[in-house]
């Protein structure tokens, strides 16, 4: 047999092998083709925008409720939530477990959402926030001085959206407090357009 036509039998043997090939891998899930699935889905999953919510979780706490037949241990879990645009909530809930004590805290601080007045990079005028015996003084500060807070009072400002501010926690030390004494001050305060058009002046009149 001369080589020529043994090239020729091998090519056709060649097509022959990798047409029988693609029609097993039309008719089954080779271990190929479940890769290139897994690509794809990896590609899918790469290709999903991120949520645009951040979520920190400020304190997560044992506490019990005792009920006649003894005492009932829960979790109880303090998250704040914020898009660093301007929206800010804090959530606050109890569960038997960990995980569902935070996805429910999470829920309800989406549920409890304020929209902060930002002017440039701080807030507009010095404000305080009271929530039981817990107070927060928030007051603007310059370009470059960064958040000047600690604990759940800069997490609230943080996720807030707020680059430059000074504070001060005055009274209860509860992170739960502190944060909505934040949310209060920070519910407080109000744009200068606003303050203008109540006092009928113009921004330039009010802010000189």
Do not use: Y
């Not at 060649?14 to 693609?22: F, G, I, K, L, S």
């Not at 089954?28 to 290139?36: C, F, L």
């Amino acid at each position: 047999m001369s080589e020529e036509k043994l090239e020729t039998q091998v090519e056709e043997t060649v097509e022959a092998a990798e047409e029988v090939v693609e029609a097993v891998e039309a008719t089954e899930e080779t271990p190929a083709r479940k890769q290139r699935g897994r690509k794809k889905r990896v590609e899918t999953r790469e290709e999903k925008p991120e949520s645009e919510w951040k979520e920190q979780v400020v304190q997560i706490r044992r506490v019990t409720k005792v009920v006649k037949g003894g005492k009932k241990l829960s979790f109880r879990a303090i998250v704040i939530v914020g898009n660093k645009k301007g929206q800010v909530g804090v959530g606050c809930a109890k569960a038997s477990e960990v995980i569902i004590a935070i996805q429910k805290a999470i829920a309800d601080g989406r549920k409890n959402l304020i929209t902060v007045p930002i002017f440039k990079t701080t807030i507009p005028h010095p404000i305080t926030g009271r929530s039981g015996a817990g107070a927060v003084m928030l007051r603007p500060a310059s370009q470059g001085t960064g958040i000047i807070a600690g604990g759940a009072v800069r997490s609230v400002l943080e996720l807030a959206g707020i680059e430059n501010i000074l504070s001060k926690s005055l009274g209860s030390k509860s992170p739960l407090n502190a944060a909505n004494a934040t949310l209060e001050a920070l519910k407080s305060l109000r744009p200068f357009t606003e303050v203008a058009k109540k006092r009928g002046l113009t921004m330039a009149e009010l802010l000189n």
